[in-house]
């Protein structure tokens, strides 16, 4: 699909690593952004920073009121044509430990943040891009953004890995769901990249990962991802499909 002035993404998690890496590409590539998250947060100072074609759209994604809201604010700008869910947290914590075990309010908080908040943007957004004209064949693109997590099985990810296989699940669903509307669905997992949630490793644990990159031997940079996110966007045969963003990494348990 191709963009245009009218068109708008919608960036959850937009404030940050590969969002805001997306929100920056997608705005050389033409289209407005607005950039969703949590308030209180980078979001506002960005949105300034970027300049007049972007706007900051504080919502929790679970929240339907405020992204609704968020939706509503991209038609000031234009036609909302893309959705790139980046929103996430990553709370590790191991089943049964001797440091504390996973409990059910954390796995809960993980889910319905990463998962069901993405599902709530995806349907929200779906609704509002159902009207919209075809471009090339496409009304819309939702992106997701899963992680090796959900493949791996790594010790303390079980909340995380959920909730990332769940965003796998919906990938092929929600695209078949969503067909008969002209709107694509796709998913990148994304395997180990240089953002703020990986921020505050050690030298040691940094070359401890890069080595598990068979290659390039290093952590991915946010705008790698943000290249694939124009790629899927312009490509209309790309559909319910996840593409791993990874290096060929498998972590280890
Ligand atoms: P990040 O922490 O830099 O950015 C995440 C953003 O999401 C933050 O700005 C945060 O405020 C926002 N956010 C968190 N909870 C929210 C909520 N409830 N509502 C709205 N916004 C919320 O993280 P990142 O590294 O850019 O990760 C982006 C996505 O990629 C996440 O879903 C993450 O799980 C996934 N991912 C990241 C990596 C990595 O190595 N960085 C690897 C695999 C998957």
């Known amino acids: 699909m191709q963009i245009t002035q009218d068109t708008v993404a919608l960036i959850t998690g937009g404030a940050s690593g590969l969002g805001e890496a997306t929100a920056r590409r997608l705005l050389e590539e033409g289209a407005s952004v ?4 949590l308030p209180g947060g980078r979001g506002e100072g960005l949105a300034a ?19 609704r809201a968020a939706v509503a604010t991209a038609a000031e700008l234009g ?8 929103a996430g947290i990553a709370t590790p914590g191991r089943i049964l430990s001797r440091k ?21 943007v995806l349907r929200l957004a779906a609704e509002a ?23 791996d099985g790594q010790i303390g990810q079980a909340a995380y890995a959920s909730s990332k296989g769940g965003i ?19 998913t990148i997992a994304p ?13 040691e644990v940094r070359a401890s990962l890069e080595a598990l990159v068979p290659h390039p031997a290093r952590l991915g940079k946010p705008e790698e991802y943000a290249a ?20 060929a990494l498998r972590m280890p348990p």
């Open 228 to 247: 694939l996110v124009t790629h899927i966007v312009d490509n209309p045969l790309l559909n319910g499909e996840v593409i791993r963003l990874d290096g």
């Open 191 to 203: 395997g180990i990249f240089e953002t703020p949630m990986m921020a505050g490793l050690g030298d």
């Open 100 to 120: 504390g075990t996973l409990d059910l309010e954390t796995y809960r908080a993980v889910i319905e943040i990463n998962l069901i908040g993405t599902f709530n």
């Open 79 to 86: 036609t909302l044509r893309i959705v790139v869910n980046c």
């Open 49 to 67: 920073e970027l300049g007049e074609r972007v706007r900051f759209a504080p919502a929790d994604v679970r929240d339907e009121d405020a992204v």
């Open 129 to 151: 891009m159902a009207a919209n004209e075809p471009v090339d064949g496409d009304r819309g693109v939702v992106l997701m953004t899963a992680s090796v997590a959900a493949y």
């Open 168 to 186: 796998v699940g919906l990938t092929i669903t929600a695209a078949r769901d969503l067909a008969d509307k002209g709107i694509r669905v796709m």
């Open 34 to 37: 607005v950039l969703v998250d």
